[in-house]
């Protein structure tokens, strides 16, 4: 059964940081694109950062120069340092994980930033 735990959201001050982490569990097929997603109350799902298997990393331009995504395939991990956080970056954020033939999902984790 393949599980995504996250970890490490919360409240933070503006201007503070906040570390996610997301381990993936029983995933068979070897992992390509890891990657955080955040949903805000009444707005679409939107990439925050995603990481490839050769480690090539791309950013939503909101997040551009104070967040950094990094994956250890050895443990099946990938994690998002938040820095200079804003309240604008309020919201769900959903870990993913994809093989050649699946998309997997985490059940989300709620970082507040207050001004």
């Known amino acids: 059964q393949v599980q995504l735990v996250e970890s490490g959201g919360g409240l933070v001050q503006a201007g503070g940081s906040l570390r996610l982490s997301c381990a993936a569990s029983?995933?068979?097929?070897?992992?390509?694109?890891m990657g955080w997603y955040r949903q805000a109350p009444g707005k679409q799902r939107e990439l925050v950062a995603g990481i490839s298997r050769g480690g090539r990393t791309n950013y939503g331009d909101s997040v551009k120069g104070r967040f950094t995504i990094s994956r250890n395939d050895a443990k099946n991990t990938v994690t998002l340092q938040m820095n200079s956080l804003k309240p604008e970056d309020t919201a769900v954020y959903y870990c993913?994980?994809?093989?050649?033939?699946?998309?997997?999902w985490g059940q989300g984790t709620q970082v507040t930033v207050s001004s």
């Open positions: 029983g995933i068979i097929f070897s992992i390509d694109a």
């Open positions: 993913n994980v994809r093989t050649l033939y699946s998309d997997y």
